[in-house]
């Protein structure tokens, strides 16, 4: 696959897409950085979950850089250290963005819902869905392998396009409450908007390139069986 031009033309547009998506995060992130906020990233997480009646979710520090997830799980919320001790509208608007994430999930936000339950076969696919489709492809006593490779990958997919919904719904989420609840202002809401947008748009590139992948692998299959 790695070898075949036809790949790279097929994920062309992911690529500079997500591209883009990264230089745009970088350059949004750093300015938003410059911008101070009156609380930390850390404080005002705090703030939204508590405000949302969710004083149970914890706030924990993580080494690394935009490293910041939260764990439906464990029903914690997990800052890396610029964003968890930063003043600035950076750490703000990314903490807040993970908090979303826990308000969804104190809603049984449906989408939400359905990705977590769809986690363990998405890793599972994309794990071993190129590994059982070349075999296929190679060998062919195990061509019966490459439809159970797409069909594994498939999983992989409908991850991402559950996945991005939920994102797009955690960003907004973030916002209404960084607003409403008086933690930034409208100029502060401006940088916030950045980074966040900047952010959703590396999610639009990662679920455009899982599905121009499947249709590269349909594309090969298809190949082989004529």
């Known amino acids: 696959m790695f070898f075949d031009p036809m790949y790279f033309l097929f994920l062309a547009p992911a690529m500079l897409l997500a591209f883009w998506a990264q230089m745009r995060v970088k350059s949004t992130y750093a300015e938003a950085q410059q911008i101070p906020a009156e609380l930390s990233g850390a404080a005002a997480a705090r703030h939204v979950l508590n405000s949302a ?4 979710v914890q706030i924990e520090e993580i080494p690394g850089e935009l490293t910041d997830h939260y764990d439906p799980s464990d029903k914690v919320l997990r800052l890396s250290t610029p964003v968890y001790r930063s003043k600035t509208m950076a750490a703000v608007g990314i903490a807040a963005h993970e908090a979303g994430h826990a308000l969804q999930d104190a809603a049984a ?5 359905i990705r977590n339950l769809a986690v363990p076969a998405a ?3 994309s794990r071993f869905s190129f590994t059982l489709f070349f075999l296929g492809m190679i060998f062919h006593p195990l061509h019966i392998l490459m439809p159970v490779g797409i069909a594994l990958f498939s999983c992989f997919v409908f991850f991402q396009l559950v996945n991005l919904p939920v994102e797009i719904n955690a960003s907004n989420r973030a916002k209404a409450q960084l607003v409403g609840l008086g933690i930034i202002d409208e100029q502060g809401l401006v940088y916030v908007r950045k980074v966040l947008d900047a952010a959703a748009w590396t999610y639009v ?3 455009l390139q899982s599905l121009l992948t499947l249709l590269y692998l349909i594309m090969r299959a298809s190949g082989r069986r004529d």
């Open 53 to 56: 009646g969710l004083q149970n």
């Open 109 to 113: 936000y449906g989408p939400m819902q």
């Open 123 to 125: 890793n599972f696919g």
């Open 205 to 207: 590139a990662g679920t």
